[in-house]
T-cell receptor, first 111, second 115 residues
Framework: DAGVTQSPTHLIKTRGQHVTLRCSPI?????VSWYQQVLGQGPQFIFQ???????GRGNFPDRFSARQFPNYSSELNVNALLLGDSALYLC??????????FGPGTRLLVL | GENVEQHPSTLSVQEGDSAVIKCTYS??????FPWYKQELGKGPQLIID?????GEKKDQRIAVTLNKTAKHFSLHITETQPEDSAVYFC??????????????FGKGTKLSVIP
């Protein structure tokens, strides 16, 4: 079975631009979470979606938004990019209680 | 909210020795504690987890212990091998209702196994 997939793998944007990151969960999993990992730090929770509804939101500004589609894939959108948004963005898939499996991430560089 | 502290930030051991990484958490409502291994350029990989109704769990060379009273948990790796070299993260999961399980991570431990 395929694991969590994310696209693109790398992305370079300039300040003020908008970015869309995509994630496909493990087949049969209905929950997707997004995390931001700044270099040298642990992942930080951004959003969790379950059955296409937002179930949790971390301490991130409104420039960050997400949605989940009927096939349980998900998009993370970030508007008005700042230099500080440069990070590895991770998607995690959950099939049952608690256990989350991470994808390889999208590395975003904002210049 | 939950806060997870992880120590040490770096750890070097000789091949074949044991490695221990320790974490503490702040919210007594947290009830699930996974450990992830992250290699350079990759996403975190789940290596072992423990639930709050269990005190210890072992999987081959890896074991995790949990002390709910003291709110700390530890990862033990025995007979370390060079391929164990990576950054290890502990995390605590808090159920915040409506199907939301939020993971809070420590800052990571960079483990180097010297051949």
């Amino acid at each position: 079975d395929a694991g969590v997939t994310q696209s693109p793998t790398h992305l370079i944007k300039t300040r003020g631009q908008h970015v869309t990151l995509r994630c496909s969960p493990i087949s049969g999993h209905k929950s997707v979470s997004w995390y931001q990992q700044v270099l040298g730090q642990g992942p930080q929770f951004i959003f969790q979606y379950y059955e296409k509804e937002e179930r949790g939101r971390g301490n991130f500004p409104d420039r960050f938004s997400a949605r989940q589609f009927p096939n349980y894939s998900s998009e993370l959108n970030v508007n008005a990019l700042l230099l500080g948004d440069s990070a590895l963005y991770l998607c995690a898939s959950r099939g049952g209680p608690e256990t989350q499996y991470f994808g390889p991430g999208t590395r975003l560089l904002v210049l | 909210g939950e806060n997870v502290e992880q120590h040490p930030s770096t750890l070097s051991v000789q091949e074949g020795d044991s490695a221990v990484i320790k974490c503490t958490y702040s919210d007594s409502a947290s009830n699930y504690f996974p450990w992830y291994k992250q290699e350079l350029g990759k996403g975190p990989q789940l290596i072992i987890d423990i639930r709050s109704n269990v005190g210890e769990k072992k999987d081959q060379r890896i074991a995790v212990t949990l002390n709910k009273t003291a709110k700390h948990f530890s990862l033990h790796i025995t007979e370390t091998q060079p391929e164990d070299s990576a950054v290890y993260f502990c995390a605590a999961s808090l159920y915040s209702g409506a199907g939301s399980y939020q993971l809070t991570f420590g800052k990571g431990t960079k483990l180097s196994v010297i051949p």
